[in-house]
């Protein structure tokens, strides 16, 4: 009688504790918020506006000469002299550095002696070839073998006159890279040479911000943090990036700024009249700075779109490509939102 009435109580009590978390269950499930794909998101707006320029932020770069390069040994040997200093200003065609061209004279000397050898041949084979003493095919391999020692002579004359390395434009000596006793080889620089009477100043830009400098646009540069600021002229605008997906672009100085190269420089971009762009606040902005996006909501759905931007003013930020005056765009509510989503916004 007690081991039946023990197993009644466990069945009571395992009946209600099953019932009791049934109702749990249900109540549970009952306030988990379930998401009504089909139900639309409540959104806050925006209108695109016109009302942007071109970003006004300054872009640091270096003042350079207009005109540089290294010179190049065009010949191998060896460095006989250094004929200039660094800082030292050179004429077009200063001798810079003498190399040593015994072997090469020594070659000149032997084509000489061939062609000359081979120019008498040819004036006798010429004389017996018009008495029929000798066959014609003799006097023309005479002549093809005169043409070859001209050849050879001219070429060795021509690295004899190359080991000589002179300026090939005015210029200052910047660095010298050799000095008496190097061996240098073809390609090999020997000095670097510079202009400073004409500067540039060089930047580089990202891709975002290649379009706001334009060949012939004037700009303002200041050189310093005391300086007056110059006029400038955008000179040249990259067509290529480099790795980085920088541009590089070149603008010209006026002359007698009393400038050096190496200095750092400022360069504020051009706003043109009537480059009014559109604008929209920064909250809009998803994704990253690399690749920024927005939704735009049209006929009550949302669409993610890329866009390219020129910086911020402010809160808001210009657009430069993928949005127009007149566009609506999410600025707040993004949790849930994707693309295709159905909103309402107020």
Known sequence: ?????????????????????????????????????????????????????????????????????????????????????????????????????TLMKLQQDAAQVQVETLEKDQARYTILTEADAIQAVQLEKTLLALNTARIQLANVTEQVRRSIITAPFTGQVVQLFVEEGTVVGPSMPVAQLADPRSLEVSILVSEADAHLFQEGDTVSVQVGPTSTPLIGHVQSVGRRGDVAHAFPIRIALPASTGLNPGMSATVQPAIRKGEALPTIPARALVGSSIAPEVFVVRNGVAHRRSIGTAGTSGSRVTITEGLVAGDLVVTSGFISLTDGAAVIHQ
Not at 75 to 87: H, N
């Open 1 to 101: 009688m007690k081991r039946s009435l023990i197993w009644i109580i466990l069945l009571v009590l395992l009946a209600a504790t099953i019932a009791k978390l049934a109702m749990n269950k249900r109540v549970v499930e009952e306030r988990v918020y379930r998401l009504d794909k089909s139900a639309p998101i409540h959104v806050g707006v925006d209108t695109v506006r016109v009302g942007g320029t071109a970003d006004d932020r300054p872009f640091g770069g270096t003042v350079v000469p207009a005109r540089e390069g290294r010179v190049m040994a065009e010949v191998p040997g060896r460095v006989l002299s250094v004929d200039v200093q660094e800082g030292q200003w050179v004429e077009k065609g200063t001798v810079i550095v003498r190399l040593d061209a």
